[in-house]
C-alpha cells in the first residue's frame, strides 16, 4: 500500500465515534406540552393551586420536593432532600423509584431521553 494511503487510514478512525453520536436534541416545549397531557396530566395539573393524584407541577423547576404546602408527600419524597433540577427531573422521569424509593407515584417511568427533555422545557414554562 503507498505511503500517503496508510496516511489517511488513521484519520478516518478519529472519525468513527463521531459517526455513531446521535444528533443533539433541543428541546421542545410546546412538544413537551403534549408529553404532559398523554403522561401526567392524569395525576398531576401545571397550574397554579391546582393539585390532583399527585402535586401541581407548576414551577416545578428548581423547588425542592415535597415543596407543594398543601399536597401529602410520602415520607420517602420528603426525607429525599432532592431540589428538581433539570437531571434530577430527567432522572425521576425516567425511573421515579430508582431516585426516591418508596415514592407513591404510580408510573414506571419514561423511557424516551427526547420527549423527557421536551416535557423539562415545557416545565420549565410553567414559572
Request: charged letters at 25%; glycine letters at 10%; one cysteine or more.
Amino acid at each position: 500500500m503507498p505511503r500517503r494511503k496508510l496516511q489517511i487510514f488513521p484519520r478516518l478512525l478519529t472519525l468513527i465515534p463521531l459517526l455513531g453520536a446521535p444528533l443533539a436534541h433541543s428541546a421542545d416545549a410546546d412538544h413537551g406540552a403534549k408529553v404532559f397531557a398523554e403522561e401526567c396530566a392524569e395525576c398531576h395539573s401545571a397550574k397554579p393551586g391546582k393539585n390532583k393524584k399527585g402535586p401541581t407541577l407548576f414551577g416545578v423547576s428548581g423547588r425542592g420536593a415535597a415543596g407543594v404546602p398543601d399536597y401529602v408527600y410520602s415520607d420517602a419524597m420528603k426525607g429525599s432532600g432532592v431540589i428538581w433540577t433539570a437531571d434530577k427531573l430527567d432522572a425521576y422521569i425516567a425511573a421515579p423509584r430508582k431516585l426516591v424509593p418508596g415514592c407513591k407515584m404510580k408510573y414506571d417511568g419514561l423511557g424516551d431521553a427526547a420527549a423527557r427533555a421536551d416535557l423539562i422545557e415545557f416545565l420549565n414554562a410553567t414559572r
